[in-house]
């Protein structure tokens, strides 16, 4: 039986689940309404989530606790991990925050599983140098079922 996390979410359970793989970058798992949720705390500038650990093996990865949105100065996004808090911050200029928040919006409405790497380049046009690559997989699942 497959459970929809986004009627767990409604019951008050969080289901955001962060992974951070410190040779690779975090990984980042939720329902439409957790993903939208962060959307907007990037969007506001401030804010964020509080995520979930679970039984299940994280597959290497530590799980984090919270994912936090700081806004500052920039130029772009800077994506990283303060171990000493368990959260991944993503702290950065409104511009660069409100292209990412645009990338989790879209990847929220996806209608079947896939996921989108969000990582920094030269001349990326909202990340930072520096920032962690990112996973974000679709409310559906990390790989498309069609």
Known sequence: MIIDPC??????????????????????????????????????????????????????????????????????????????????VMEGDRQGLTALADELRSIARMDDGGHQHIEYFPDHHYLAAGSLAMVVKSPHGGMPTR
């Open 7 to 88: 009627v767990v979410e409604s019951k008050g359970v969080r289901w955001m689940r962060v992974l951070f793989f410190p040779d690779e970058g975090v990984d980042v798992s939720g329902c439409a309404a957790e993903l939208v949720a962060l959307a907007l705390a990037l969007a506001a500038g401030k804010g964020g989530v509080e995520t979930t650990t679970s039984a299940e093996p994280g597959f290497g990865g530590a799980e984090l606790s919270s994912v936090e949105v700081v806004s500052s100065g920039g130029p772009g996004v800077h994506i990283k991990v303060d171990s000493e808090r368990s959260a991944l």
